[in-house]
């Protein structure tokens, strides 16, 4: 169970960039696609556990049907991993069909809760599969929200990969799911995050009230031969101390909170970004790092004093935050 007057809190700090965290100041647990660990990604069952451990924000992907409704899937194309077709049969290895080519009645036709993508990573027990679950649509998920938990907290990836056509164009995506979010009364209770900045952007541009969470990967920093990112608007990290927060100051008006892969913050890491969480929270930004899953691990990207952790093991981290006494958001 959250513990609700800090988050009362928070509120009241509003929509923007947040002061680094202090002792007691509430941590933001986000299920990653709900549960990956314990139930099948981004659907409800996996939802619904999430908001029973007590996580604080549901961090979920987004795609858009040929009908133009928005759907929770972290593919832009039915995975053979984590779908099997309409007659029970196995896609093809590369893939399904597009969620933009499909319908969401075509698309409620595929099951995507039977199996298990890795279970190297997500063992089971503790996880477990559930046969005959769809993908749902955004509503049914704040649906389910709405009647668990109204004061649960939203993360929504607009899911668009810049450098492939595989989704409907990015400006109808984007005002798909901000139409989502004001519509159901969100504004104040979601972010929109995206490994693409223009993304970003575009939301700024129609709701600056809307909270935006800047993603990066080893993958996304620049472009071919070092040129500019076309994840990050044209813009680029060329390495070394100091690019890291010159490259957050440049995208600071559409960029609220910084989302990188766990091991670009954490110092002898592959991948470390050479700026430590302090300095990037000292700018104004947020840092809740992605996606983070044994509790060893936890411990460590803890100690550097981050603002809240995306895992898809949220009872660990719920465990151990209890075990530190610290609250959650």
């Known amino acids: ?22 002792p007691g100041v509430p941590f933001d647990v986000q299920g990653h696609r ?9 659907t ?10 007590g996580v604080s924000t549901l961090e979920l992907d987004t795609g858009v049907t040929a009908d133009g409704v928005v759907v929770v899937s972290h593919d832009p194309r039915l995975s053979a991993k984590v779908c099997l077709g309409p007659g029970g049969e196995r896609l093809p290895a590369g893939g399904g069909p597009l969620i933009r080519d499909l319908t969401l009645a075509e698309l409620r036709r595929y099951d995507c809760g039977t199996l298990n993508p890795d279970r190297g990573r997500f063992p089971e027990p503790p996880r477990r599969n559930v046969p005959g679950t769809p993908i749902p ?31 409907v164009p990015l400006e109808a995506f984007v005002e798909r799911v901000v139409e989502r979010v004001v519509a159901r009364g969100l504004v104040e209770r979601a972010t929109i995050q995206s490994f693409d900045w223009r993304a970003l952007a575009l939301v700024k541009r129609t709701r ?5 969470a800047a993603l990066l990967s080893p993958e996304t920093l620049e472009g071919e031969g070092g040129a ?5 608007d044209g813009r680029s990290l060329a390495g070394g101390d100091g690019d890291l927060l010159a490259l957050l100051a440049d995208a600071r008006p559409v960029v609220d909170v910084f989302s990188p892969y766990w091991r670009q913050i ?4 592959w991948g470390y970004l050479g700026t430590g969480v ?19 691990r936890m411990e460590k990207i803890l100690d550097l004093g981050v603002d809240g952790l995306i895992t898809d093991y949220p009872d660990r981290l719920l465990e151990l935050l209890e075990r530190r006494g610290v609250p959650v958001l």
């Open 1 to 22: 169970m959250r513990i609700l007057g800090p988050m009362v809190l928070f509120a009241a700090l509003g929509c923007g960039s947040l002061p680094p965290r202090a």
């Open 278 to 296: 302090e300095q990037i929270q000292a700018a104004g930004f947020p840092v809740i790092p992605w996606t983070v899953n044994p509790a060893d």
């Open 44 to 53: 409800l069952p996996a939802f619904e556990l999430a908001l029973e451990l």
């Open 137 to 167: 649509t955004l509503d049914e998920v704040l649906d389910l929200a709405a009647e668990r938990d109204p004061g649960v907290r939203f993360n929504i990836e607009v899911k668009f990969d810049p450098t492939a056509d595989l989704t």
């Open 208 to 212: 600056p009230e809307i909270r935006t």
């Open 266 to 269: 954490l110092p002898g890491a």
């Open 228 to 232: 500019a990112s076309p994840w990050l």
């Open 34 to 42: 709900g549960a990956r660990g314990l139930l099948p990604e981004n």
